[in-house]
């Protein structure tokens, strides 16, 4: 394995602690950081998952100007730094990758 494939995985299960950590701190109470999978923030940042931002804001037909902005930071990081945020950070791809390396996906692909 690379150099840069250690440090890909390396992001990549740190990121995806870190979004279940977070929850679970929360329960006790430490607020430093706050959030889940869809959605998280730090302080006065937030941060939330553009498809699920869209969703709300169709299906309440508001608008709501934190959400787009929430909305627009991971859309703008994805534009300046290309596949190195959704490759390395982005907890969708991980999960995705997580489940491709279980043998049972391998299985249920040779059957279809």
Same mark, same amino acid.
């Given at each position: 394995m690379s150099t840069?494939?250690? &440090?890909? +995985? =390396? %992001?990549q299960i740190l990121t995806l602690g870190l979004l279940f950590l977070i929850p679970w701190l929360n329960r006790r109470g430490i607020m430093a950081a706050f959030g889940n999978l869809y959605a998280w923030g730090a302080g006065p940042l937030t %941060? =939330?998952? #553009? =498809? %699920? !931002? +869209?969703q709300s804001l169709l299906g309440r037909a508001r608008v709501y100007g934190s959400? +787009? %902005? =929430? !909305?627009?930071? #991971?859309?703008?990081l994805a534009l300046v730094f290309g596949k190195a945020f959704?490759? &390395?950070m982005c907890p969708m791809n991980t999960l995705i990758e997580a489940v491709n390396w279980l043998p049972l996906t391998k299985v249920v692909a040779r059957l279809l």
């Open positions: 840069l494939r250690r &440090w890909r +995985l =390396a %992001v %941060v =939330a998952d #553009p =498809a %699920v !931002a +869209l959400l +787009l %902005v =929430a !909305a627009v930071i #991971p859309l703008g959704c490759g &390395w």
